[in-house]
């Protein structure tokens, strides 16, 4: 399976459900977005916790000199008993992540009905696998993109999509989001949207992509290797933008809730293949009517945001 194409993750989010508070909108977020995010304390300490559990877990792999294939089962392993979950869950958790997914491609009305008939039997075909079991089923080469994605000890908080090999896989590290007690389930949620995006995007399907292509280019003029990213961000937004209109939320709410996502954005650079966060987290929701509409911002005029249908500013 050596030789595959390969996409690493982007953004993340927070969901934490309450009472909605109209007119409460939050006027940093409105403001800039990327600074209301990047500034959160919340997400960083959220992100500590996580981060402090894997290190323990890595201690613990640490103690036993084998490969790197039994060293991420080992952590894979700790992290199912110490957190009391089972791989079943977590397949679990993907199927609902393919299902909201699918519901946003449907509800959009830009994309064909071609399209859309197209994009859900390519989605159909993911499977969803842990780095252990990715690890295993190929050689070297996968070990390889094992060690780059997930760190040599497997603890990042990452995934990445092999499309030849029609899989999502998941670091080992990225289990531990799913921990009750620390309340993040939603960071891996927006990990594996994400990671969906990549298969039906502008690499898979250039003809949807037309006029979100077009106007994205006409608004920031980004390399066209960018362009895979910024698509896989707009299509797992649009997943959030329909989870969030259906929960009883405050808007300040909204706001903390992106915030404790999209924060795992802020110290990225620009790339070969990606935009810096800070565009992202600005493109991505602060220019998003939906996101401004939930977020309580009172705005004249509509931003500017590129979709599936073209640009959204008059």
Not at 73 to 86: H, V
Not at 101 to 106: I, V
Not at 217 to 232: F, G, I, N
């Amino acid at each position: 399976m050596g030789g595959f194409r390969r996409f690493g993750v982007v953004a993340t989010v927070i969901l934490a459900w309450g009472p909605r508070a109209e007119g409460a909108g939050d006027s940093s977020f409105c403001q800039s977005a990327a600074h209301a995010v990047c500034s959160e304390t919340n997400a960083r300490q959220a992100v500590e916790s996580v981060t402090a559990f894997n290190r323990e877990i890595v201690f613990e792999t640490r103690r036993t000199d084998t490969s790197l294939e039994k060293r991420i089962w080992i952590f894979e392993g700790l992290a199912y008993r110490r957190l009391g979950l089972s791989r079943n869950q977590l397949e679990s958790f993907f199927e609902r992540q393919r299902a909201d997914f699918l519901e946003a491609l449907e509800r959009n009305p830009a994309l064909t009905r071609s399209d859309a008939a197209a994009m859900r039997k390519t989605l159909s075909r993911v499977k969803f696998v842990t780095a252990g079991e990715y690890s295993a089923a190929g050689g070297s080469a996968e070990q390889g993109e094992v060690i780059r994605h997930c760190r040599s000890d497997g603890s990042a908080l990452n995934a990445f999509v092999d499309p030849e090999f029609h899989a999502i896989v998941v670091c080992p590290g990225s289990i531990s989001l799913l921990g009750s007690a620390f309340g993040v389930s939603a960071r891996f949620e927006r990990m594996v949207l994400h990671e969906l995006g990549h298969f039906v995007n502008t690499d898979f399907f250039p003809s949807a992509f037309r006029s979100f292509e077009a106007c994205v280019r006409e608004q920031d003029d980004l390399d066209p290797t960018m362009l895979s990213e910024v698509s896989a961000d707009y299509l797992s937004v649009e997943v959030l933008v329909l989870r969030l209109s259906r929960a009883d939320i405050s808007e300040s709410g909204v706001t903390s809730e992106l915030a404790l996502g999209f924060s795992g954005l802020c110290n990225t650079l620009w790339g070969d293949s990606h935009p810096s966060g800070a565009y992202r987290i600005s493109r991505t929701l602060g220019e998003h009517p939906a996101i401004r509409e939930l977020a309580g911002c009172a705005d004249e005029e509509p931003r500017l945001s590129c979709t599936l249908g073209g640009s959204t500013s008059p």
